[in-house]
């Protein structure tokens, strides 16, 4: 398995970067490919996906037939996305396909020569890191997977037997820190990795950042059983979560996990507003969240949550 990270100085350098990540993993664009992209909202970058990215990724598969994917989630369509985020232009590609999963799951049944996860370097406020392995969550066709998040863990990791990327791309130009991976902050990190295996990639860029890969659950979940090197995680360039809040919204999951669904969900809402995003909305509730921190210190320094 191979993990490369190269440093992006401009936009005008992407290409020539790429091309040398491909070169390394001796990737070769051939035939039937799948692309899923990150488009988990209507925001643009470094929300989703640039489109920018997608076009210069595109040019090294102009003799394949590629299928770019997404599905409803619970307030969107795939297509309003896809609309937002200004996909449609890349049907200037002739051999490029847009498709819903949510309308058309047997897509995902069919043979592709490669399947290609292309994911943003964002913290995650109840994951702490969303990656590579986080995009495929998108490849399931129900519109509330929201109501799957107690076992994400167990979900994904089934998934990812049957929809395996074998071309792993995190575009870390510019990351997203704090709240994410929709109200975090931006931060330009200038950072692309490439990788062929999900769960290596995504330790690779957690540990580029300054996140312990084994606090993160999916992640601890997925390397079960194998041995990966973990790079020096000292170096912190992005902020996670607010920990009060972290922790509230995985004891609401666990509980949901154990048939708790009304305190699971309360805890789990709980914690949202307390991380509040940044955005107005951390503004309006600072006096609560001060207020109610001193209550919940016994939560960040007991053990009984996990």
């Known amino acids: 398995m191979t993990v490369i990270n190269k440093t992006v100085k401009s936009d005008t350098s992407l290409y020539f970067v790429l091309n040398q990540c491909f070169q390394r ?9 799948l ?3 990150n488009l988990c909202s209507k925001r643009r970058y470094p929300v989703s996906t640039d489109v920018a990215f997608m076009d210069i990724l595109l ?13 409803n989630n619970h307030d969107t369509t795939a297509w309003e996305r896809f609309k937002a985020n200004r996909f449609y232009r890349l049907r200037k590609y002739k051999n490029v396909t847009l498709a819903n999963i949510s309308e058309d799951a047997k897509i995902l049944e069919k043979h592709y020569d490669a399947i290609i996860s292309v994911a943003n370097l964002k913290t995650h406020c109840w994951e702490r890191f969303t990656g590579v392995c986080k995009n495929m969550w998108g490849c399931l066709p129900e519109k509330h997977k929201e109501r799957s998040h107690p076992l994400f863990a167990e979900r994904l990791s089934h998934l990812l037997e049957n929809v395996r990327p074998n071309l792993c791309i995190i575009d870390g130009r510019i990351g997203m820190e704090g709240w994410g991976p929709i109200d975090g902050k931006p931060k330009s990190l200038g950072l692309v990795i490439v ?3 999900p769960v290596e990639t995504d330790f690779k860029a957690c540990s580029l950042v300054g996140i312990d890969p084994y606090s993160v659950p999916h992640l601890r979940m997925l390397s079960k059983g194998r041995k990966i090197t973990i790079d020096d995680c000292s170096m912190i360039l992005i902020k996670k979560p607010p920990e009060i809040s972290y922790r509230l919204m995985r004891f609401g999951l666990w509980l949901g996990k154990h048939r708790m669904a009304r305190t699971g969900t309360l805890l789990f809402a709980m914690g949202s507003l307390l991380g509040g995003g940044e955005s107005q909305r951390q503004r309006r509730i600072g006096k609560f969240q001060a207020n109610i921190q001193k209550h919940f210190n016994y939560i960040l320094h007991g053990t009984w949550f996990f």
């Open 35 to 37: 692309i899923k992209p």
């Open 59 to 71: 040019r090294f598969m102009t003799e394949s037939n590629v299928t770019i994917v997404e599905s």
């Open 25 to 33: 993993l001796h990737v070769k664009f051939n035939g039937r490919i």
């Open 195 to 197: 990788g062929d295996d």
